[in-house]
């Protein structure tokens, strides 16, 4: 039996203070995994009010301020945003944690180079999860990458001991966005306590069709747009709800946008909403049908959280998503990339309350299986254990690419 670990994550981001991301919501998802296996877990994230330490579910959360680095330089305080001042502080409050508890491995993400500090002679191996790059994520919302940021993640991925990732998409457009050499990457998928997304499915309204994630267009919200005049005339009885928070387009408030574009007389049947975590799975499970058009997607939480609801997905053929969702039997694939096609589909899956009673219970079956937190738990340590032991993994837990 493999002996506990004491891993530790270091993440910026982390529920409920700095959001349910999808980087929080995965380390939260994990360290319960792993807690619940009997290894020992450390957090080291962001605080928002105050500095402080605290058990959450089984396992210690460090909330810690970014690094004062430049403030006080004069002519160089300009350049304090791009500089990495939460991977300081973290490397910082790392140091304490590993001289009072030695720690066995560290995992942090690529986005934000959050292990920038993490030196090597100091320091356990060190996991870096391909989660999406701050170069690819500028590219897919049309906006500028911010050159030293990027730099900072080449570096940490060139530096780690080992790398995972939750999908193989994101693995060749990471390389390709990073202009990185190829090394292995190993695939494993992100878990998910489904029993937390459960409400009754007799609630379902039948004419609500909901879109869960940033309004942004890297997550679709543009081609949602153009749709819907189209859509709400062709079908009086929809009502469509965004539920996220807001964002810009071409330097418009995403919902200024939004409502720029669709007829007035249609503004009483379109919503805008921020829902509570606790009121997520009743919200997830009222909808007749999710829609998750991105421009380019890893592994979203958002859609596992639907499909744990019962609640069927139009997903984009981009990336990770056709990772998790098989056309027609437990989602819907959108053919082509066009309003007049989202539309269609729409209006299809509506019509047909067996293809959506089908897709509902599949799609939980589906997540269920997938992302099962006790398997990837035991997945991730093996995995750290095969690091820790040998320098790497010595085989995939899951699979692994050659990129």
């Excluded at 030196?119 to 701050?134: E, I, Q």
């Excluded at 906006?143 to 990027?150: D, F, G, H, Q």
């Excluded at 494993?188 to 009754?200: E, G, Q």
Aim: net charge positive; aromatic share 8%; glycine share 6%.
């Amino acid at each position: 039996m493999m002996e506990p670990l004491h891993i530790c994550f270091v993440s910026r981001e982390f529920p409920p203070e700095t959001g349910w991301g999808g980087i929080g919501s995965y380390v939260h998802e994990i360290s319960i995994a792993l807690a619940e296996l009997g290894h020992r877990v450390s957090v080291i994230s962001q605080a928002v009010d105050s500095e402080r330490t605290e058990q959450v579910d089984g396992f210690t959360v460090h909330r810690v301020f970014p690094a004062a680095m430049l403030a006080k330089v004069p002519y160089l305080w300009r350049y304090n945003h791009p500089l990495p001042s939460f991977a300081l502080a973290a490397s910082r409050r790392f140091k304490e944690i590993h001289a009072a508890a030695p720690i066995s491995v560290v995992e942090a993400a690529e986005f934000n180079a959050e292990s920038l500090f993490l030196h090597r002679s100091h320091c356990p191996p060190v996991v870096v999860r391909l989660h999406t790059s701050r170069h690819t994520v500028a590219e897919i919302n049309g906006r500028k990458p911010e050159r030293l940021l990027c730099w900072y993640e080449k570096r940490v991925i060139r530096r780690a001991d080992a790398l995972t990732s939750p999908s193989h998409a994101v693995i060749g457009r990471t390389f390709e966005d990073l202009g990185l050499p190829r090394r292995e990457v190993f695939v494993i998928p992100n878990p998910l306590h489904t029993d937390r997304f459960t409400a009754p499915r007799w609630r379902r309204k039948s004419n609500r069709i909901v879109f869960i994630g940033r309004l942004e267009r890297g997550k679709g919200v543009v081609l949602i747009t153009e749709c819907l005049p189209s859509l709400l005339r062709s079908a009086p009885a929809i009502e469509f709800w965004f539920a996220g928070s807001d964002s810009h387009i071409d330097g418009t408030p995403s919902t200024e946008y939004i409502r720029a574009r669709v007829p007035s007389e249609l503004h009483n049947r379109i919503h805008f909403t921020r829902v509570p975590r606790q009121d997520l799975p009743l919200f997830l499970s009222e909808a007749a049908l999710a829609l998750f058009p991105s421009v380019w997607e890893n592994f979203p939480y958002a859609l596992l959280e639907a499909m744990a609801c019962g609640t069927p997905a139009v997903v984009s053929k981009r990336g990770g998503l056709v990772e998790i969702v098989d056309d027609e039997i437990d989602g819907i694939h959108l053919r082509d990339y066009d309003p007049e096609c989202l539309r269609e589909t729409i209006l299809r899956v509506l019509a047909s309350p067996d293809l959506l009673g089908r897709l509902a219970e599949r799609a939980r079956d589906k997540v269920t299986r997938l992302c099962d937190p006790a398997r990837i738990g035991r997945q991730m340590a093996q995995f750290y254990n095969d690091v820790i032991s040998g320098g790497g993994p010595r085989s995939a837990p899951s699979s692994k690419s050659g990129w």
